[in-house]
Each structure stands twice: as C-alpha cells, then as structure tokens.
C-alpha cells in the first residue's frame, strides 16, 4: 500500500462539559496539521468519523460543518459505521488516495455524548443493533453480556479474568495524560462494582466519553514526507446485525474475517505484531478480539490476560491497549476507531513518554461496530 500517516493529533477524552464538538475538532485538527507540518491548503478532502451527532444533537451534514469551523471548503464527507466509524473512515480516505483521487486528506474522528441523559445516550448506542434487539429490551451492555455468558460457558472463562482486562487498561490509561480515567484500579475493585448487565459489571465496561482525533494521510510517494509510518492493511468486513442470526456467541467472525485479509495484504502474522489498540467496549470484547485476531488459540486468552501477558513492562511481545483502550481511555464512539489510529502511529514513532512499547515497529489496530456487525483491522509500520 501506498500510504503514510505524516500527522496525528487528539484532544483528551473524557467529560469535556466545556468543549462543544467544533471546539474538540479544531484543537484535533490543529495538533494534526502542526504534527504534519502541513498547511490547511495542502489538504484535499476531510472525512468525518461519527455516529450519534444526528440523533443526540439534532446535527447532521457534519462534513459540511466541520469544512465551516475549519476554514477549509475541500470536499468533505461523514462516515457512519457506529462504533467502528472512525476506523471505516480511515479505511475510506485511504481507498480515496489509492484511487489516484487525492494525495492528502484529513480524517477527523469527533463524539459529544456527555451532554445527553444516560437513557438517551443507551437507545442511540442501540441504533448500532438490530430493531429487533433493541424492541426486545436490549441495551449494548446486555449484548456483550451475553457474549461474556457464552464464553464462560463454553472455556470457563471468569469474572476474575474479566476483571484482569480492566486492570491492565485503568493501568495503561494511568500512564496516559489524554485518558479519561487517570487512576489503577485493582482486581477487587472491579469485582465490587454493580452490576450493569450480569456478568458484567460497571468497571467491565467503557464509558461514556467526549473527544476527537485526527490523522493527516498522504499518498506514500510524496517528496515532502514527514512520518515513517505506513498503512501497509486496511480492511473491512461485516456480519449479522443482530446476536440471534449468528452461529456461534464465542467469536466475532468479522474480526476473523478482516484479520485474516490485513495479514495477507500485509504479508505477516500475529506474531510480527509488537502493539495493538483492539476494541473493548466491555472486558469481554478484548478477551474476543485478542483470540479472533489470533493472538493465542482460542479459549487461552483469559489466563494469558490473567498471567500479564499483554501489559506493558511484562508483555514477552505483543503489548495491547497502551492507551488504556476503550475501557479506561474512554470511548466517544465516532472518535474511537481515529484515536486508535493515533496511539499506534505515536507508539511505532517513539512518542508515548511512560507508556511507550520499547523498540515497536509494527502495529495493529481493530475497530468494531454494534455488536460485531462491522470490523475495521489496520497495520501499520515503521
Ligand atoms: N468505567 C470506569 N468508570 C466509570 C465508567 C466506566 N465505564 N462509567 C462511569 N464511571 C464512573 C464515573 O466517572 C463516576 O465516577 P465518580 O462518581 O467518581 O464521578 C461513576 O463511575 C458513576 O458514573 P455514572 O456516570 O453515574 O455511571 P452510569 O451508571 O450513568 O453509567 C455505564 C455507567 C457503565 C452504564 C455507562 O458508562 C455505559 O453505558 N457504558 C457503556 C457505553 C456503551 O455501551 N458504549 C458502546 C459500546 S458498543
């Protein structure tokens, strides 16, 4: 592929009661371009990563708004893929340079959810599942717990091991000034925290987050490079809307499915992979990623998590969620999939101060929409 990252930047995540969305992408945006040294005329097109500005705000029509607040009337577009939007849109800016359509683009990643009740909040997130679900009494939480009931029945996977996700990401968000949550959290902790939808509890799952992040990309064979790193995967795939199509509730076949297609069009396997932002918008969905991605067979990841296998200082090889992830970064949902993005350029650059992977060069990042209906995989190299 033929593509590099010459600028990243973001805004803390977390609740930004003062910030509105046009204040949190221009201070994203701004970082970006100063990061690429780049100037706003070099830019040709902005996608916009977001999902519930319509129904929560009441404001749509986002790449019109965002070329207004940026002072840049390039072609601009909004993306949608729920949780996954922000990876999607990368996806799409990058299949937009590919084309021989443009050599630079902005992709800005921007979520307000903070603002609205917490009911209000849940039945958009559940715009992102099927009607039926959703009709049925189901909030996003029971979905992925019910995700977390199948796998304890079928490996014995515990709460405890749950837990364990939670501590290492609450650990890594620690070493993260842009994290939502600044504080370790122990094991007990967790496992005392109510229950939201059993067997997971308020501390298995991710927030309710502001924020936005933005990546400035360009075709790889420009004179003027100022990153080293390349896009060298970017793919998509999608599943069932809904849990009751699916096969089997112990796997996201789109994470396979795009995982699979990335190492190919990489040429590498999980083993190559020195850090990884995958997507835990509840501690059962990393358990899930981290062997869909094929990090360990499955059924093993609960004791590797368990044994710190995947924390920083005491991960062997792959290190996941240096940011803190979803869980203790924090998640606004349209900005998830760009800051994931974010965070790996950063680490394969040596640029992630108390966090930082030592020596990192190759890089992977899963973003998943609604209950894995879409899964966006990208790696990226030094
Ligand atoms: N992780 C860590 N701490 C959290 C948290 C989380 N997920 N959610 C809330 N907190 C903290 C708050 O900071 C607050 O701490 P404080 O008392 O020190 O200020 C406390 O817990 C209570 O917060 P509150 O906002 O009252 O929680 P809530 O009950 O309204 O919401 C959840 C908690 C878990 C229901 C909510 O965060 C949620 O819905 N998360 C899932 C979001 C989701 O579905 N995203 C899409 C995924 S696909």
Redesign the pocket.
């Known amino acids: 592929m033929n593509v590099t990252i010459i600028g990243t930047g973001m805004t803390k995540f977390g ?1 930004l009661w003062s910030s509105s969305p046009r204040s949190l992408a221009r201070i994203a945006v701004d970082a970006a371009l100063q990061d690429a040294n780049c100037e706003k005329k070099t830019i040709q097109a902005i996608y916009v990563a977001n999902m519930l500005s319509g129904m929560l705000g009441m404001q749509a029509h986002l790449g019109a708004l965002f070329s207004e607040e940026l002072d840049m009337y390039v072609p601009a577009y909004t993306v949608e893929g ?2 996954a939007s922000g990876g999607l849109a990368i996806h799409t800016a990058i299949a937009s340079i590919l084309s021989g359509q443009y050599e630079t683009v902005l992709v800005l990643g921007v979520e307000k959810m903070t603002d609205h009740k ?1 009911e209000e ?2 039945s958009a ?1 559940m715009g ?1 599942g099927s009607n039926e679900e959703r009709l049925a009494g189901a ?3 029971g979905l ?1 717990a019910m995700l977390a009931r199948s796998h304890m029945k079928k490996y014995g996977t515990t709460e405890k091991q749950l837990a364990a996700i ?1 501590v290492k990401n ?1 650990y890594h968000a620690s070493l993260n000034p842009l994290a ?2 600044q504080k370790p ?1 122990s094991v007990e902790t967790i496992l005392h ?1 109510s229950y ?1 939808a059993d067997p997971l509890k ?2 298995d ?4 987050s502001d924020g936005a992040a933005a990546v400035v990309l360009q075709k790889s064979d420009m004179k003027k490079q100022h990153g080293e790193v390349q896009i060298v995967a970017s793919q998509v795939a999608t599943d069932t809307l809904g849990l009751a199509q699916r096969k089997s509730l112990t796997e996201l076949v789109a994470t396979k499915r795009a995982t699979e297609a990335a190492w190919k069009q990489a040429g590498i396997s999980p083993e190559d992979i020195d850090v990884a932002e995958v997507h835990d ?2 501690t059962i ?1 990393e358990l899930l990623a981290i062997e869909d991605i094929g990090f360990v067979l499955k059924g093993e990841a609960a004791q590797k998590i368990e044994r710190g296998c995947f924390t920083i200082g005491s991960a062997k090889k792959t290190v996941i969620n240096t940011s803190g992830g ?3 970064c924090g ?1 606004p ?1 349209g900005a998830t999939g760009v800051k994931q993005i974010v965070e790996v350029a950063n680490q394969l650059r040596g640029r992630c101060g108390k966090r930082q992977v030592h020596d990192a060069r190759i890089g992977l990042t899963h973003n ?1 929409g ?2 894995g209906a879409t899964a966006v995989v990208h790696i990226l190299k030094k």
């Not at 799952?205 to 309710?208: E, K, L, Q, R």
């Open positions: 609740e729920a949780c917490p909040v849940s997130l992102a909030t996003f939480p992925y939670a609450h939502q949550f959290l925290s939201v308020l501390l799952c991710s927030p309710v918008c509840f969905a979803l869980k203790g998640h949902v998943v609604g209950p």
